[in-house]
């Protein structure tokens, strides 16, 4: 039977304790942030805020961001800036590559900004990533978390061709809130697409948001619709609002109620699953490859 959640929220307007993060700091935060600046790299540990980066880096996994910096999309959550993308530079791939060695990271994940402004939307781009860390980089495990590609499965296929060890695609939110927190995107088209990744033999997986106005059914629901395209792993986090003008946060979710969903989702049959306020989509990616 699943368990009965008891809705525990603080007023959204007090960042509750649970929140606070701690700024990071040690040699292998100095390490990656040097290297990051010297390359002229782009991280969406560092793009995106995430409260975990310094944990991260200090475990030897880092998430570095292909496609430049600039994003074609400009969906309510995010903190990646939106505008005209620079055309892509093989560079950045060899500067990523020379930087896994560097930092000897034994688990990478990458993901990009979207690309609709080229005819491939960037999946080409996306396959010599992969097979440029496969040829130079050996026994270095990958996760990559890929746009939806505007749903062109033989855009996602140049990717699952190349054989990445995880591929995550997320559906950022509940059904009903989608079309208001992200743009272009759909629900219907990214579990297709995930449906697609899992079909093809390779490990799924997507994450979700909480705090944006969902209900304790869509969650669980959500979760029903993830299981029912084959998706294997799934990460829950506490949506951040990064600016007045980013989509505004209805709620901060007790530690508790994440517990809980991180409890029904592995009855529910998810093979993997991280639950609590500050996942984010690459947290302990290195335990999901196993």
């Known amino acids: 039977m699943e368990l009965e959640l008891k809705e525990k929220r603080a007023d959204f307007r007090r960042k509750p304790d649970w929140l606070k993060i701690k700024l990071p700091r040690g040699f292998k935060t ?3 942030i040097g290297l990051l600046n010297e390359k002229n790299l782009h991280t969406i540990c560092s793009s995106g805020m995430c409260p975990n980066r310094a944990e991260c880096w200090g475990n030897g996994t880092a998430t570095f961001m292909i496609g430049g910096n600039i994003c074609t999309r ?7 800036p939106t505008g005209k993308p620079l055309p892509l530079e093989e560079r950045e791939l060899d500067e990523i590559v020379d930087s896994i060695k560097q930092l000897k990271l034994r688990h990478v994940v990458i993901t990009s900004v979207d690309r609709d402004d080229l005819p491939d939307l960037g999946a080409g781009h996306w396959a010599k990533m992969i097979r440029r860390i496969k040829e130079r980089c050996p026994g270095v495990t990958m996760e990559i978390l890929i746009p939806d590609f505007q749903g062109r499965l033989e855009l996602v296929d140049m990717v699952i061709d190349e054989q990445p060890d995880v591929i995550s695609h997320n559906l950022e939110t509940v059904r009903r809130l989608t079309p208001a927190v992200r743009t272009f995107a759909t629900y219907d088209n990214s579990l297709a697409v995930i449906r697609h990744i899992a079909e093809r033999g390779i490990r799924s997986k997507s994450g979700i948001m909480l705090g944006l106005g969902e209900t304790r059914e869509e969650i669980l629901q959500t979760m029903d619709d993830l299981l029912a395209v084959g998706c294997e792993v799934m990460t829950i986090g506490q949506y951040l609002q990064p600016t007045k003008q980013n989509y505004p946060l209805q ?23 991280e639950s609590s306020p500050m996942v984010r989509s690459s947290y302990h990616a290195e335990r999901h490859v196993k």
């Open 30 to 32: 100095s390490q990656v």
């Open 74 to 80: 400009n969906c309510k959550f995010c903190n990646v």
């Open 251 to 273: 709620d901060y979710i007790h530690p508790d109620v994440f517990a809980e969903y991180g409890e029904i989702g592995r009855k529910k049959g998810f093979r993997h699953i």
